[in-house]
């Protein structure tokens, strides 16, 4: 997989690029990366890729030119490739990224990120480049670049190769629907607090259940929208059943000292 990032400023891919999962991912041949920075398409010497906006308002946008130039540099690179590039832009007004979503890009062999910055980047170049806005949620980032590492490394994790165990993308939060269980690790206790005996049990059938149920119960408390789109089956319905927020409350009314 491929990932061409056009953007102000390059550096900040570093912190993917040179830590972690997605640096041995990189490592790896896992997937390649490029950074375009528009300033190297302009023809003045100011490098200028700012200009207000037409009807006045406050700061300034991203000129069309300097990034169509850009744009125009990666698909010609791309072509030579035979590889036809996927360009998202990141934005308030996308759609909400999604572990749906990251599957399903994942399939892309080439996503070109379009990284804006100051108060956002002429529309024209937008409607001329964009093939997908996201959004990472109901909140203003002072750019582009932020985003794109979290697509990034929501992506590389589920290539294949890029987790040194296989089954740690397959139980992630949201690969099921589901938020994720609680996980302990040594010691038995710690301050006071001991593991959950289950998980000692060398019972896999019943830590398996137990996990699920768990799962359940927390998306039901934090998420319980996820629940309502994924829907549950009837084994799942009866293990959330005696653990739900409404049983819960229910309990405590019957037996306030509980």
């Not at 997989?1 to 400023?9: E, I, Q, Y």
């Not at 049990?201 to 768990?214: D, E, K, M, P, V």
């Not at 039901?220 to 994924?230: C, E, F």
């Amino acid at each position: 997989m491929r990932f061409d990032a056009v953007t102000l400023f390059p550096e900040m891919f570093d912190a993917l690029l040179d830590y972690g999962i997605t640096r041995r991912a990189l490592d790896r041949g896992l997937y390649r990366f490029k950074s375009w920075n528009p300033r190297d398409f302009t023809d003045d010497p100011h490098r200028t890729v700012d200009d207000r906006p037409y009807g006045g308002g406050p700061g300034m946008l991203m000129q069309a030119e300097p990034l169509d130039r850009a744009l125009h540099a990666v698909q010609q690179e791309l072509a030579g490739e035979n590889l036809t590039p996927w360009v998202v832009h990141f934005s308030p007004r996308g759609r909400p990224l999604s572990h749906r979503r990251v599957m399903e890009l994942k399939q892309k062999p080439a996503l070109v990120l379009l990284c804006g910055r100051y108060e956002g980047i002429d529309e024209r170049l937008l409607n001329r480049h964009v093939d997908e806005e996201i959004s990472l949620g109901d909140f203003v980032l002072s750019g582009g670049e932020l985003p794109a590492l979290a697509l990034m490394d929501a992506l590389i994790r589920q290539l294949p190769g890029a987790l040194n165990d296989a089954d740690s993308a397959v139980e992630d939060s949201f690969a099921n629907g589901l938020l994720d269980c609680p996980h302990y690790t040594r010691p038995d206790v710690w301050q006071g607090i001991a593991v959950p005996d289950i998980l000692k049990s060398g019972n896999h059938a019943a830590i398996t259940q137990w996990r699920l149920q768990q799962s359940l119960t927390i998306t039901a408390a934090h998420r319980p929208d996820l629940l309502a789109k994924r829907g549950l089956s009837e084994q799942e319905q009866d293990l959330l059943a005696p653990h739900s927020p409404d049983a819960a409350q229910k309990k405590a009314v019957q037996d306030p000292s509980a």
